[in-house]
């Protein structure tokens, strides 16, 4: 099990490490779009280099795609990120609070 989650948070971060791909995040928080609203926003790239784009995300589950007709509608799907966030994050802030907490109380004694 450890295993998959270590797999599953490889691929979400290196899908969030370009700019790119998070601009392409982005660009899908408020609604879902179609391949062709998504190449429109990055004129200074080709289409191959978008959809490659898209693959990496959604290797790592943060694209869901569905087909309507000749359409193809691509959904964020924000619960990796969560995934990331519980498990690093979350953590992290709650013990760097602490520590911020022991320290002011220190500097005031």
């Given amino acids: 099990m ?4 270590v797999d599953i948070s490889d691929a979400v971060f290196k899908a ?7 601009a392409i995040l ?3 928080r408020d609604d879902p779009k179609t391949t062709g609203q998504l190449v429109a926003l ?3 790239i080709d289409r191959c280099t978008v959809m490659q784009h898209m693959r990496v995300l959604e290797r ?4 869901v795609a569905r087909r309507e007709g000749r359409e193809r509608w691509n959904h964020l799907n924000a619960l990796p990120i969560k995934h990331i966030h519980d498990r690093w994050i ?3 802030a709650r013990n ?3 520590l911020m907490a022991r320290l002011e109380k220190t500097l005031q004694s």
């Fill in 2 to 5: 450890f295993r998959d989650d």
């Fill in 16 to 22: 969030l490490a370009d700019k790119r791909r998070r």
């Fill in 26 to 28: 982005d660009a899908l």
């Fill in 42 to 44: 990055f004129p200074d």
């Fill in 60 to 63: 790592a589950g943060l694209i």
């Fill in 90 to 92: 979350g953590d992290y």
């Fill in 96 to 98: 760097a609070a602490g």
